[in-house]
T-cell receptor
Framework: GAGVSQSPSNKVTEKGKDVELRCDPI?????LYWYRQSLGQGLEFLIY????????KSGLPSDRFSAERTGGSVSTLTIQRTQQEDSAVYLC???????????FGPGTRLTVL | AQSVTQLGSHVSVSEGALVLLRCNYSSSVPPYLFWYVQYPNQGLQLLLKYTTGATLVKGINGFEAEFKKSETSFHLTKPSAHMSDAAEYFC?????????????FGAGTRLFVKA
């Protein structure tokens, strides 16, 4: 079946603009994760959705970052008033349930000029 | 809160030599442990995982890892490196909480394989 998809694959924006990044998880996967991977850095946890539970937002770096997951499927990560330090690859992953294997999307490369 | 430490951001081995990538974790409850690999210009994929049961876990491409609770370690090994093993490797720990299971990744270790 289809894997995790993310759009757009690349996004170039100007400092101060808002951006929306989309993630389509594998059908039936109840857990969805967002990570950020900066150049030369590891994966930084951002937010985690599990079924209908309240999301774990403990990794969001500032209140400019928010995410939602509609209908337990598609998720959107929104970054408001982007800054240059937001430039990174944003990865989405889904799993059947929490501790299972995570399947990663190809990522969205965000560049803030 | 859980955390993961990977010792060595870069490891270089000769083709045919032993590969050892170190991972230590911190968790107040029994964790689930993972190794993921990211080949150049590719997405992350699971290499192997420990959930319960046997502490020596075998994964793809000849890799294995051993969960040592007393040492809070989950080191990744492969007896003989191949050029195709050159990639970045990430250790991850997943621990349950009231909202489900949160996964924390280590900073990654880039493996170089010399001919």
């Amino acid at each position: 079946g289809a894997g995790v998809s993310q759009s757009p694959s690349n996004k170039v924006t100007e400092k101060g603009k808002d951006v929306e990044l989309r993630c389509d998880p594998i059908s039936g996967h109840t857990a969805l994760y967002w990570y950020r991977q900066s150049l030369g850095q590891g994966l930084e946890f951002l937010i985690y959705f599990q079924g209908n539970s309240a999301p774990d937002k403990s990794g969001l770096p500032s209140d400019r970052f928010s995410a939602e997951r509609t209908g337990g499927s598609v998720s959107t990560l929104t970054i408001q008033r982007t800054q240059q330090e937001d430039s990174a690859v944003y990865l989405c992953a889904s799993s059947l349930r929490g501790p299972d294997t995570q399947y990663f999307g190809p990522g969205t490369r965000l560049t803030v000029l | 809160a859980q955390s993961v430490t990977q010792l060595g951001s870069h490891v270089s081995v000769s083709e045919g030599a032993l590969v050892l990538l170190r991972c230590n974790y911190s968790s107040s409850v029994p964790p689930y442990l993972f190794w993921y690999v990211q080949y150049p210009n590719q997405g992350l994929q699971l290499l192997l995982k420990y959930t319960t049961g046997a502490t020596l876990v075998k994964g793809i491409n000849g890799f294995e890892a051993e969960f040592k609770k007393s040492e809070t370690s989950f080191h990744l090994t492969k007896p003989s490196a191949h050029m195709s093993d050159a990639a970045e490797y990430f250790c991850a720990v997943s621990v349950g909480n009231t909202g489900g299971f949160k996964t924390i990744f280590g900073a990654g270790t880039r493996l170089f394989v010399k001919a």
